[in-house]
């Protein structure tokens, strides 16, 4: 089983709603982190993807809140390829305060060219997000 990448987080005062939880919109917040904090680990941040001719553009994202965060919590960020196709990615994500799951996110990105044009995900891509895909092979269909 791949590993997830983890990144911790803390909650601020700053990101709470009125009644004193963390704002929904955070929490999306936080998973476009935990992505970008993955990529950067594997040598594919997006500064680094763009030279290259490439980006993820996110086509799709379905959050599940289960719990709320407060402020000063001590959070997780995990972050999981569910699937690599050949023009883009499946990623899992949550939102873990120590073994409590707060949310959930799926996200479905494309891979583009810098015109936003979909293209088919180059092997150096599945190479490096290989320790954290569940299907490192990068079978399956755009």
Same mark, same amino acid.
């Given at each position: 089983?791949?590993?997830?990448? !983890?990144?911790?987080?803390?909650? *601020?005062?700053?990101? &709470? $709603?009125?009644? /004193?939880?963390?704002? %929904?919109?955070?929490?999306? !917040?936080?998973?476009?982190?935990? *992505?970008?904090?993955? &990529? $950067?680990?594997? /040598?594919?941040?997006? %500064?680094?993807?763009?030279?290259?001719?490439?980006?993820?553009?996110?086509?799709?994202?379905?959050?599940?809140?289960?719990?709320?965060?407060?402020?000063?919590?001590?959070?997780?960020?995990?972050?999981?390829?569910?699937?690599?196709?050949?023009?883009?990615?499946?990623?899992?994500?949550?939102?873990?305060?120590?073994?409590?799951?707060?949310?959930?996110?799926?996200?479905?990105?494309?891979?583009?060219?810098?015109?936003?044009?979909?293209?088919?995900?180059?092997?150096?891509?599945?190479?490096?997000?290989?320790?954290?895909?569940?299907?490192?092979?990068?079978?399956?269909?755009?």
């Amino acid at each position: 089983m791949p590993a997830r990448h !983890q990144h911790p987080v803390k909650v *601020r005062f700053y990101e &709470l $709603d009125p009644y /004193g939880h963390l704002n %929904h919109s955070v929490y999306v !917040q936080l998973f476009e982190t935990g *992505r970008i904090e993955l &990529l $950067d680990s594997v /040598g594919l941040g997006l %500064h680094d993807l763009e030279e290259r001719g490439y980006r993820f553009v996110v086509s799709r994202i379905e959050t599940r809140f289960r719990a709320s965060a407060v402020g000063g919590d001590a959070l997780v960020i995990e972050t999981e390829v569910v699937e690599n196709r050949r023009a883009s990615s499946r990623w899992g994500q949550r939102i873990l305060r120590g073994d409590e799951v707060l949310a959930t996110q799926e996200v479905l990105a494309a891979v583009t060219d810098t015109d936003g044009r979909p293209v088919r995900s180059p092997d150096f891509m599945a190479e490096a997000l290989a320790p954290y895909t569940n299907d490192p092979d990068d079978e399956g269909d755009a």
